[in-house]
T-cell receptor, first 115, second 112 residues
Framework: GAGVSQSPSNKVTEKGKDVELRCDPI?????LYWYRQSLGQGLEFLIY????????KSGLPSDRFSAERTGGSVSTLTIQRTQQEDSAVYLC?????????????FGQGTRLTVV | GDSVTQMEGPVTLSEEAFLTINCTYT??????LFWYVQYPGEGLQLLLK?????DKGSNKGFEATYRKETTSFHLEKGSVQVSDSAVYFC???????????FGAGTRLTVKP
């Protein structure tokens, strides 16, 4: 596609429910990143994929969070048993290769509200 | 771990004023440094970058110089415009990790 696509754009869920967020990166981009942006806060690194592998999962806030990437393309971020503190905008970005060499492009984000 | 620290906002300036947003970094390797900008209602986009010491990144009148001796990458613009109102994020990427770490962001508001 033309850009990084995230879905849904908005999600309201009840506390305790599971949610799945999707990121469709730019075609051919091997690197994919997930970040969380809470109200008034900066970007919190969650996880990074190179191809289908995630060399660094240290940013995932708890074992309720998991992410996968299949076929070196689409990625899903799953939050189990959502809590109110999970409410945030979840951003996905992709880059052709190393971000030191090529620009990272961001999606518009998924705004998650846990009520 | 690798991280960036940038000056807290919000920053409010009058049009044509000089802008500086400070950014310092901590990295175990040799990072590439970036400034990303998020305009109201839009996604983050790359503003400029520098990949090695003493490099200067520039775009849209903004500049930042990679200073290894002070581990800094301060963003500057000589004359800001109302259209520069946005949130600015400093970021780094270390080659052996290839992930990107962002600062907390600095909200800039430029008043006419």
């Amino acid at each position: 596609g033309a850009g990084v696509s995230q879905s849904p754009s908005n999600k309201v869920t009840e506390k305790g429910k599971d949610v799945e967020l999707r990121c469709d990166p730019i075609s051919g981009h091997t690197a994919l990143y997930w970040y969380r942006q809470s109200l008034g806060q900066g970007l919190e690194f969650l996880i990074y994929f190179q191809g289908n592998s995630a060399p660094d999962k240290s940013g995932l806030p708890s074992d309720r969070f998991s992410a996968e990437r299949t076929g070196g393309s689409v990625s899903t971020l799953t939050i189990q048993r959502t809590q109110q503190e999970d409410s945030a905008v979840y951003l996905c970005a992709s880059s052709l290769d190393s971000p030191g060499l090529t620009e990272a492009f961001f999606g518009q984000g998924t705004r998650l509200t846990v009520v | 771990g690798d991280s960036v620290t940038q000056m807290e906002g919000p920053v409010t300036l009058s049009e044509e004023a000089f802008l500086t947003i400070n950014c310092t970094y901590t990295a175990t390797g040799y990072p590439s440094l970036f400034w990303y900008v998020q305009y109201p209602g839009e996604g983050l986009q790359l503003l400029l970058k520098a990949t090695k010491a003493d490099d200067k990144g520039s775009n849209k009148g903004f500049e930042a110089t990679y200073r290894k001796e002070t581990t800094s990458f301060h963003l500057e613009k000589g004359s800001v415009q109302v259209s520069d109102s946005a949130v600015y994020f400093c970021a780094l990427s270390v080659s052996n990790n290839n992930d990107m770490r962002f600062g907390a962001g600095t909200r800039l508001t430029v008043k006419p």
